[in-house]
Protein backbone atom coordinates (compact mmCIF):
# COMPACT_ATOMS: atom_id res chain seq x y z
CA UNK A 1 0.00 0.00 0.00
CA UNK A 2 0.98 3.64 -0.23
CA UNK A 3 1.30 3.83 3.83
CA UNK A 4 3.57 1.02 4.10
CA UNK A 5 5.83 2.21 0.64
CA UNK A 6 5.93 5.47 2.93
CA UNK A 7 7.37 3.70 5.46
CA UNK A 8 9.88 1.76 3.75
CA UNK A 9 10.72 5.05 2.48
CA UNK A 10 11.43 6.18 5.87
CA UNK A 11 13.38 3.94 6.96
CA UNK A 12 15.55 3.81 4.35
CA UNK A 13 16.29 7.66 4.96
CA UNK A 14 16.89 7.07 8.45
CA UNK A 15 19.79 4.26 7.40
CA UNK A 16 21.40 6.96 5.58
CA UNK A 17 20.62 10.03 7.59
CA UNK A 18 24.04 10.07 9.33
CA UNK A 19 25.95 9.61 5.21
CA UNK A 20 23.93 12.76 4.37
CA UNK A 21 23.18 16.14 5.58
CA UNK A 22 20.76 16.91 3.02
CA UNK A 23 19.04 13.72 3.00
CA UNK A 24 18.39 14.56 6.77
CA UNK A 25 16.89 17.48 6.12
CA UNK A 26 14.70 15.90 3.91
CA UNK A 27 13.81 13.03 5.88
CA UNK A 28 12.17 15.93 8.63
CA UNK A 29 10.22 17.59 5.98
CA UNK A 30 8.84 14.11 4.30
CA UNK A 31 7.98 12.76 8.09
CA UNK A 32 5.86 16.02 8.64
CA UNK A 33 3.99 15.30 5.31
CA UNK A 34 3.67 11.83 6.14
CA UNK A 35 2.30 12.11 9.66
CA UNK A 36 0.19 15.18 8.47
CA UNK A 37 -1.50 12.90 5.81
CA UNK A 38 -1.61 9.66 8.07
CA UNK A 39 -3.68 11.52 10.28
CA UNK A 40 -5.77 13.11 7.53
CA UNK A 41 -6.80 9.76 6.02
CA UNK A 42 -8.96 9.61 8.98
CA UNK A 43 -10.43 12.64 8.87
CA UNK A 44 -14.16 13.21 8.33
CA UNK A 45 -14.99 13.38 4.89
CA UNK A 46 -18.04 15.86 5.50
CA UNK A 47 -15.82 18.32 6.99
CA UNK A 48 -14.30 20.92 4.23
CA UNK A 49 -11.29 23.39 5.04
CA UNK A 50 -13.68 26.44 4.12
CA UNK A 51 -11.44 29.22 2.25
CA UNK A 52 -10.18 29.40 -0.74
CA UNK A 53 -7.60 28.57 -2.28
CA UNK A 54 -5.59 31.12 -3.56
CA UNK A 55 -2.43 29.69 -5.11
CA UNK A 56 0.30 27.55 -5.20
CA UNK A 57 2.84 27.26 -2.35
CA UNK A 58 5.93 28.83 -3.07
CA UNK A 59 9.48 27.40 -0.79
CA UNK A 60 11.27 30.68 -1.34
CA UNK A 61 11.79 33.39 0.51
CA UNK A 62 7.43 33.95 1.28
CA UNK A 63 7.53 36.61 3.09
CA UNK A 64 7.03 40.47 2.66
CA UNK A 65 9.11 42.06 4.96
CA UNK A 66 13.18 42.81 3.71
CA UNK A 67 15.51 39.38 3.83
CA UNK A 68 18.17 41.19 5.95
CA UNK A 69 15.37 42.53 8.59
CA UNK A 70 14.34 38.90 8.84
CA UNK A 71 17.79 37.48 9.47
CA UNK A 72 17.87 40.21 11.50
CA UNK A 73 15.60 39.49 13.92
CA UNK A 74 14.98 35.69 14.27
CA UNK A 75 16.87 33.07 15.02
CA UNK A 76 18.09 30.50 12.27
CA UNK A 77 15.81 27.86 12.43
CA UNK A 78 12.93 30.26 12.86
CA UNK A 79 14.05 31.93 9.75
CA UNK A 80 14.53 28.54 8.07
CA UNK A 81 10.86 27.54 9.30
CA UNK A 82 8.74 30.89 8.41
CA UNK A 83 10.30 32.85 5.45
CA UNK A 84 11.68 29.49 3.61
CA UNK A 85 9.12 27.32 4.51
CA UNK A 86 10.55 24.66 6.27
CA UNK A 87 9.78 22.19 8.90
CA UNK A 88 10.63 21.80 12.24
CA UNK A 89 11.37 18.80 14.50
CA UNK A 90 8.17 17.22 16.27
CA UNK A 91 8.30 16.93 19.80
CA UNK A 92 11.15 19.16 19.89
CA UNK A 93 9.90 22.31 19.67
CA UNK A 94 8.72 24.78 21.80
CA UNK A 95 5.08 24.51 22.31
CA UNK A 96 3.36 21.44 20.63
CA UNK A 97 2.96 19.92 24.70
CA UNK A 98 2.29 23.62 26.40
CA UNK A 99 -0.70 23.87 28.03
CA UNK A 100 -0.30 27.25 29.56
CA UNK A 101 -3.14 30.10 28.97
CA UNK A 102 -2.35 32.90 26.45
CA UNK A 103 -1.97 33.92 22.65
CA UNK A 104 0.24 32.56 20.30
CA UNK A 105 1.07 35.24 17.90
CA UNK A 106 2.94 35.44 14.60
CA UNK A 107 6.78 35.48 14.81
CA UNK A 108 7.66 37.84 12.73
CA UNK A 109 5.22 40.72 13.24
CA UNK A 110 3.36 40.09 16.65
CA UNK A 111 -0.19 39.44 14.80
CA UNK A 112 -2.50 36.96 17.32
CA UNK A 113 -3.04 34.63 15.25
CA UNK A 114 -4.61 31.09 17.75
CA UNK A 115 -5.81 31.21 21.43
CA UNK A 116 -4.62 28.17 24.40
CA UNK A 117 -8.29 27.60 24.10
CA UNK A 118 -8.48 26.20 21.08
CA UNK A 119 -5.40 24.10 21.09
CA UNK A 120 -5.06 20.62 21.70
CA UNK A 121 -3.12 17.30 21.82
CA UNK A 122 -3.44 16.26 17.72
CA UNK A 123 -0.62 13.48 18.55
CA UNK A 124 1.56 14.83 16.16
CA UNK A 125 3.98 16.56 17.71
CA UNK A 126 3.63 20.19 16.75
CA UNK A 127 1.23 22.23 17.98
CA UNK A 128 -2.69 21.90 16.97
CA UNK A 129 -5.49 24.55 17.24
CA UNK A 130 -9.07 23.29 16.43
CA UNK A 131 -9.69 27.37 14.95
CA UNK A 132 -7.32 30.68 14.45
CA UNK A 133 -8.67 34.02 16.44
CA UNK A 134 -9.66 35.16 13.34
CA UNK A 135 -9.42 33.68 9.49
CA UNK A 136 -9.11 36.84 8.15
CA UNK A 137 -5.68 36.79 10.00
CA UNK A 138 -4.74 34.04 7.32
CA UNK A 139 -4.03 32.86 3.61
CA UNK A 140 -4.55 29.82 2.36
CA UNK A 141 -2.62 28.26 -0.31
CA UNK A 142 -2.41 25.02 -2.10
CA UNK A 143 0.55 22.88 -1.40
CA UNK A 144 1.09 19.35 -4.01
CA UNK A 145 4.70 19.20 -2.89
CA UNK A 146 6.01 15.32 -1.80
CA UNK A 147 2.98 14.13 -3.94
CA UNK A 148 0.46 15.27 -1.81
CA UNK A 149 -2.26 17.32 -2.05
CA UNK A 150 -2.42 19.89 0.67
CA UNK A 151 -3.32 23.46 2.47
CA UNK A 152 -0.60 25.41 3.95
CA UNK A 153 -1.45 28.24 5.81
CA UNK A 154 0.63 31.61 5.78
CA UNK A 155 0.08 34.57 8.15
CA UNK A 156 -1.24 37.39 6.00
CA UNK A 157 0.48 40.33 7.44
CA UNK A 158 4.17 39.31 7.10
CA UNK A 159 3.56 36.07 4.67
CA UNK A 160 5.42 33.74 7.32
CA UNK A 161 4.84 29.89 6.79
CA UNK A 162 2.69 28.55 9.47
CA UNK A 163 2.19 25.06 8.56
CA UNK A 164 -1.00 23.18 7.06
CA UNK A 165 -4.60 22.61 7.85
CA UNK A 166 -6.23 19.53 7.60
CA UNK A 167 -10.19 17.96 8.11
CA UNK A 168 -9.47 15.67 10.98
CA UNK A 169 -9.91 17.66 13.94
CA UNK A 170 -12.13 17.90 16.92
CA UNK A 171 -16.05 19.28 16.57
CA UNK A 172 -17.11 22.09 16.69
CA UNK A 173 -14.57 22.94 13.49
CA UNK A 174 -13.40 19.32 12.55
CA UNK A 175 -10.39 21.31 11.18
CA UNK A 176 -6.72 21.05 12.84
CA UNK A 177 -4.38 23.44 12.16
CA UNK A 178 -1.16 21.80 12.26
CA UNK A 179 1.39 24.52 13.08
CA UNK A 180 4.97 25.06 13.84
CA UNK A 181 6.41 26.13 17.23
CA UNK A 182 9.07 28.24 15.48
CA UNK A 183 6.72 30.50 13.17
CA UNK A 184 4.45 31.22 16.49
CA UNK A 185 5.40 33.44 20.00
CA UNK A 186 3.39 32.39 22.92
CA UNK A 187 2.26 34.98 24.88
CA UNK A 188 1.44 34.07 28.54
CA UNK A 189 -2.24 34.98 29.96
CA UNK A 190 -0.45 37.02 32.58
CA UNK A 191 1.79 39.36 29.99
CA UNK A 192 -1.51 39.97 27.50
CA UNK A 193 -2.15 43.31 29.11
CA UNK A 194 1.54 44.51 29.16
CA UNK A 195 1.92 42.96 25.54
CA UNK A 196 -1.53 45.33 24.60
CA UNK A 197 -3.49 42.21 24.15
CA UNK A 198 -5.61 43.06 26.70
CA UNK A 199 -8.48 43.07 24.59
CA UNK A 200 -7.98 39.04 24.77
CA UNK A 201 -8.45 38.37 28.48
CA UNK A 202 -11.66 37.50 28.04
CA UNK A 203 -11.40 34.78 26.35
CA UNK A 204 -9.90 33.33 29.56
CA UNK A 205 -12.87 34.22 32.01
CA UNK A 206 -13.78 31.00 33.62
Known amino acids: TSKEAGFIFMIR ?23 CTSHSNTSNPTKEVPMAIQKQADTNNICVIPDEVLKKNLSPEQYAVAVQGGTERPFANAYWNNHEEGIYV ?27 LDKNTLEFN ?17 GAHLGHVFTDGPEPTGLRYCMNSASLRFIPKAELESAGLGRYLSLFDK
Open 142 to 158: EDISYGMHRVEVRSKSS
Open 13 to 35: FLQEAHESETNYCFFLTFLFAYS
Open 106 to 132: DVIDGTPLFSSNSKYDSGTGWPSFWEP
